[in-house]
């Protein structure tokens, strides 16, 4: 008897052991455990192509001719860096180097654009650029001694905000919090609620629904700063960085 009783306690405290380490803590993890996915880093990308466009056309001030005004393919994007730390601290900032590359990229949309309003005016002109055997930056660097880039780059509009201007607008830090699918961040007294969530190596951040205090995260969140409005939109995705 004594034989068996020993095996019954040894028994209860193996099923305990099994229930605190395996299936106990797998429940403990699914109904208490906070869920972490959100910490990290993560970075989304502006796109300012519509931005260099629109700059180009308003330079062009043409409606003879802007409207048919063709641009290459290609991206201008700057990415943003949002780091969400484990003591609740946030930073979100520029990440200069893709802006370096944002403006390469433009230039040559922008070099595009103005060889189509050229050739668009020339031909209005009743100049038929196959026979004349050149082409637009050939004759632009004969007239001017300079490439399209050069003339752009010296006398075009300015195709992108600064740098320092996107910097004010987006580079912020502060503290956070995170519960119940809303992320609460704070900096200078003020607070912005937004809905989110996370899958796989996304974040997702979908909606402001509230916002108190002083200062805001950047005035491109709340689309006030005229010009600007439109960088910040959502949903905002985050990929992991």
Same mark, same amino acid.
């Given at each position: 008897? @004594?034989?068996?009783?020993?095996?019954?306690?040894?028994?209860?405290?193996?099923?305990?052991?099994?229930?605190? &380490?395996?299936?106990?803590?797998?429940?403990? @993890?699914?109904?208490?455990?906070?869920?972490?996915?959100?910490?990290?880093?993560?970075?989304?990308?502006?796109?300012?192509?519509?931005?260099?466009?629109?700059?180009?056309?308003?330079?062009?001030?043409?409606?003879?001719?802007?409207?048919?005004?063709?641009?290459?393919?290609?991206?201008?994007?700057?990415?943003?860096?949002?780091?969400?730390?484990?003591?609740?601290?946030?930073?979100?900032?520029?990440?200069?180097?893709?802006?370096?590359?944002?403006? &390469?990229?433009?230039?040559?949309?922008?070099?595009?654009?103005?060889?189509?309003? #050229?050739?668009?005016?020339?031909?209005?002109?009743?100049?038929?650029?196959?026979?004349?055997?050149?082409?637009?930056?050939?004759?632009?660097?004969?007239?001017?001694?300079? &490439?399209?880039?050069?003339?752009?780059?010296?006398?075009?509009?300015?195709?992108?905000? &600064?740098?320092?201007?996107?910097?004010?607008?987006?580079?912020?830090?502060?503290?956070?919090?995170?519960?119940?699918?809303?992320?609460?961040?704070?900096?200078?007294?003020?607070?912005?609620?937004?809905?989110?969530?996370?899958?796989?190596?996304?974040?997702?951040?979908?909606?402001?629904?509230?916002?108190?205090?002083?200062?805001?995260?950047?005035?491109?969140?709340?689309?006030?700063?005229?010009?600007?409005?439109? #960088?910040?939109?959502?949903?905002?995705?985050?990929?992991?960085?």
């Amino acid at each position: 008897m @004594k034989k068996t009783n020993g095996f019954l306690v040894f028994m209860v405290i193996f099923l305990l052991l099994i229930l605190l &380490t395996g299936g106990g803590l797998l429940a403990y @993890k699914y109904y208490f455990a906070k869920d972490t996915s959100y910490i990290g880093s993560w970075e989304r990308e502006i796109d300012l192509r519509g931005y260099v466009i629109e700059e180009m056309n308003t330079w062009f001030a043409d409606p003879t001719t802007a409207g048919s005004v063709e641009f290459a393919d290609g991206d201008v994007k700057v990415r943003v860096i949002l780091k969400l730390s484990e003591d609740g601290k946030f930073s979100e900032k520029i990440d200069e180097e893709s802006y370096n590359e944002a403006k &390469t990229a433009a230039a040559r949309i922008a070099v595009s654009g103005l060889n189509s309003f #050229l050739e668009n005016r020339l031909s209005n002109a009743g100049t038929d650029l196959n026979e004349v055997g050149k082409t637009v930056d050939e004759l632009i660097e004969e007239a001017l001694g300079m &490439t399209a880039e050069e003339y752009l780059s010296d006398k075009g509009p300015e195709l992108l905000p &600064t740098l320092s201007a996107l910097e004010e607008m987006y580079n912020t830090n502060g503290s956070y919090s995170a519960e119940d699918g809303v992320l609460s961040r704070t900096l200078s007294g003020k607070t912005i609620n937004e809905t989110f969530f996370t899958k796989d190596d996304y974040l997702m951040i979908t909606a402001k629904i509230s916002e108190t205090g002083a200062e805001s995260l950047g005035e491109s969140m709340n689309g006030t700063d005229e010009g600007f409005g439109f #960088l910040y939109d959502y949903p905002a995705v985050y990929k992991k960085h």
